[in-house]
């Protein structure tokens, strides 16, 4: 330290009084000076890597130091870290690498305790849900016997703008559907119990939300309207040598359609592609290909080719493929992520369908000739990401048996989920007739959606559509509109909702997710890289004995990497991983520890594997700069943040 007695020279004065001060703010206890080594967020208590943050209220002001004049302002409810703490004020960073950049009030901020926000799934197939001022008034109306009428009272009243303060409803759904990945919003929980849904007794969450969009609305465009609601549909075909005869049932049911919709406005805005599929050419050189587009999705006046690729399809293969199942996964996976559904100048396709159309099951992702390793349910949520609903329409002829058509139902319709509802169709005996008539009902069906949205009525009833085809409609078209008018989450400070649809708990109504950096999510994806790299290395009882030693030695590496928000201190393998504690999920690297792991080889073979398919579906996302939002201005690239579903945590 300098001493103030030894400053000689030609500034020998002025230094005195700046270490003089120096020296004075010091003893004084000067916020700025006492946490000026502070280069991290401070950590939550018990905790490594994580830090403390806080949401800013409406109307929050910044000062470079307390008690001074403020100079600035801040969005509502930025996530900010916490630096530094005095009585009623918290000094503030919107970033973990680059230190503090001012004071906030106490009073102008809400703690936030887990990175967790909530996101609306659409509503089709349920009704609109309620924000309630407290616990208590949430559960009243769900333990009401009149729940249904009470909704249906508020829902009314919500639309007249008469609700009573006595109900306790301070916001309500909006209609259209937000997608939180095209236009993310923060609500985040800020609080949540654990109950049971009192219409069945099933596990439920109760939450305490805040909300408030990150962006301004945007006005429709010049033009817009529902008239422009169109679909892209795209076929994925099994071409093996069995799938002849129901291609050639495909082409005349698609023929037929496209002969009536011929010069109709409504034809014009309904398009096709088409992706072929058969199996791995390397195991049966005759197959030519695994997966081949054979008419990409654009938009087109005349539809005579979409006819004549359909009939070019009924050219099967020659060959036999290596097994039973085929790969259709691969199929559906080019079908959705190589269609340009935002097709030419910026005017992406409203309604996005695959239809996936096979006799047999899909490749598992240990087969060997398999060429992807993620499964269908990783597969179904990329493809809700991209607003791309699966269909399947599945031939079950003889030739599979009765096992082979229910494990391979049981994985078609992890893959058809979207948005709450099923679009598995499964076809009994392989009937030709049965399947000309399925592929007439589903196409109708999207059609259909266009004339709803043009106000016209529809060729086929309620009834003849399903509940299911009825609530995807809705949803493309409330996703649609969602868009169109900029509609966005309720401006609400605070406020409490059931996970579940309060009438019906088989449906979701909030998704919870977890708010996540790319440099979180790089971690994440590292941290599995390495576990399987590692757990493929040791296949024996004693190499599972020696896996957790090794794990240690990877995490102290990786914790290096002041990037990498890395906890050393943990017995289980996703503890490392300090921000997936506390919430609301249940981690399988959470619950594995050191007596898991070396108890089962299949235990160990099931990690493995569920790690590979996350890894992979990591990997596209951070690859994906459509999915990652800045939360301020000048935010370094690693902190970019996601809004990720609970599924698809480690």
């Known amino acids: 330290m300098i001493s103030a007695n030894k400053v000689v020279g030609k500034h020998g004065v002025f230094m005195r009084i700046l270490?003089?001060?120096?020296?004075?703010?010091?003893?004084?206890?000067?916020?700025?000076?006492?946490?000026?080594?502070?280069?991290?967020?401070?950590l939550v208590d018990g905790r490594q890597t994580v830090y403390q943050r806080v949401l800013t209220r409406p109307g929050a002001l910044s000062y470079q130091i307390p008690n001074a004049e403020a100079d600035g302002g801040f969005p509502t409810f930025q996530?900010?870290?916490?630096?530094?703490?005095q009585p009623d004020w918290y000094q503030i960073g919107p970033s973990i690498s680059q230190g503090p950049t001012a004071w906030v009030k106490q009073s102008d901020v809400v703690l936030w305790k887990q990175n967790i926000v909530a996101a609306f799934t659409n509503s089709a197939g349920r009704k609109r849900q309620f924000l309630f001022s407290s616990q208590e008034k949430l559960r009243a109306l769900m333990e009401h016997e009149g729940l249904r009428d009470m909704q249906a009272k508020l829902i009314a009243e919500e639309a007249a703008g008469l609700i009573p303060e006595s109900s306790g409803v301070i916001a309500v759904e909006p209609e259209e559907y937000v997608d939180i990945v095209d236009q993310l919003y923060i609500m985040p929980i800020l609080d949540f119990t654990q109950d049971l849904h009192p219409l069945n007794y099933e596990e439920n969450l109760l939450l305490k939300l805040a909300s408030v969009p990150l962006h301004s609305a945007t006005a429709p465009g010049p033009g817009s309207g529902s008239d422009d609601f169109d679909a892209g549909i795209v076929f994925v075909f099994d071409t093996t040598r069995s799938?002849?005869?129901?291609?050639?049932?495909?082409?005349?049911a698609v023929e037929r359609i496209i002969r009536d919709l011929q010069d109709t406005e409504i034809g014009r805005r309904v398009q096709f592609g088409v992706v072929a599929f058969r199996d791995n050419p390397e195991a049966a050189p005759g197959l030519e290909y695994r997966t081949r587009t054979l008419l990409p999705l654009v938009r087109r006046v005349d539809q005579t080719p979409v006819i004549a690729t359909i009939r070019a399809a009924t050219r099967v293969a020659d060959v036999n493929s290596p097994g039973f199942n085929e790969d259709s996964l691969a199929g559906v996976e080019d079908a959705v992520e190589l269609t340009n559904w935002d097709a030419e100048a910026g005017d992406p396709f409203d309604a996005r369908i695959v239809i996936l159309i096979t006799d047999a099951g899909p490749k598992d992702i240990r087969d060997p000739n398999a060429r992807s390793v993620i499964g269908p349910a990783e597969l179904q949520r990329a493809a809700q990401l991209k607003n791309v609903a699966v269909m399947t329409l599945h031939l079950q002829t003889g030739a599979g048996g009765a096992a082979q058509h229910a494990w391979a139902e049981g994985q078609y319709r992890l893959l058809s989920q979207y948005h709450g509802s099923n679009l598995y169709f499964g076809i009994p005996d392989g009937s030709p007739a049965q399947f000309e008539q399925a592929v007439t009902r589903l196409v109708t069906a999207m059609i259909d959606n266009i004339r709803i949205a043009r106000n016209e009525a529809p060729t086929l009833d309620v009834e003849e559509t399903g509940e299911d085809l009825v609530n995807l409609g809705l949803a493309m078209r409330l996703a649609y509109l969602g868009q169109l008018?900029?509609?966005?989450?309720?401006?609400?400070?605070?406020?409490?909702?059931?996970?579940?649809?309060?009438?019906?708990?088989?449906?979701?109504?909030?998704?919870?997710?977890?708010?996540?950096?790319?440099?979180?999510?790089?971690?994440?994806?590292?941290?599995?890289?390495?576990?399987?790299?590692?757990?493929?290395?040791?296949?024996?009882?004693?190499?599972?004995?020696?896996?957790?030693?090794q794990v240690r030695d990877v995490v102290g590496q990786m914790a290096q990497n002041p990037d990498?928000?890395?906890?050393?201190?943990?017995?289980?393998?996703?503890?490392?991983?300090?921000?997936?504690?506390?919430?609301?999920?249940?981690?399988?690297?959470?619950?594995?520890?050191?007596?898991?792991?070396?108890?089962?080889?299949?235990?160990?073979?099931?990690?493995?594997?569920?790690?590979?398919?996350?890894?992979?579906?990591?990997?596209?996302?951070?690859?994906?700069?459509?999915?990652?939002t800045a939360l301020y201005d000048g935010a370094p690239d690693g902190e970019y943040v996601f809004a990720m579903p609970f599924q698809a945590l480690p």
Do not use: C
């Open 485 to 549: 008018r900029g509609t966005q989450a309720p401006d609400v400070i605070e406020g409490w909702a059931s996970g579940k649809a309060v009438e019906d708990p088989s449906r979701e109504a909030i998704e919870p997710r977890l708010l996540v950096t790319k440099n979180e999510m790089a971690t994440m994806a590292d941290l599995l890289d390495r576990l399987l790299t590692l757990g493929e290395q040791g296949r024996s009882d004693a190499d599972a004995s020696s896996f957790f030693t």
């Open 243 to 252: 799938m002849e005869p129901f291609i050639a049932r495909t082409q005349t």
């Open 564 to 628: 990498r928000l890395i906890n050393t201190d943990s017995d289980t393998l996703g503890g490392a991983l300090e921000f997936l504690e506390d919430l609301p999920y249940v981690s399988q690297l959470l619950l594995t520890n050191e007596a898991r792991w070396v108890s089962s080889a299949m235990v160990r073979r099931n990690l493995l594997d569920g790690m590979r398919q996350k890894l992979v579906q990591h990997r596209k996302w951070l690859h994906d700069p459509s999915v990652w």
């Open 19 to 42: 270490v003089a001060t120096t020296l004075a703010m010091s003893l004084l206890g000067w916020p700025q000076m006492a946490q000026a080594q502070q280069t991290r967020p401070l």
């Open 79 to 85: 996530p900010l870290y916490i630096y530094g703490v």
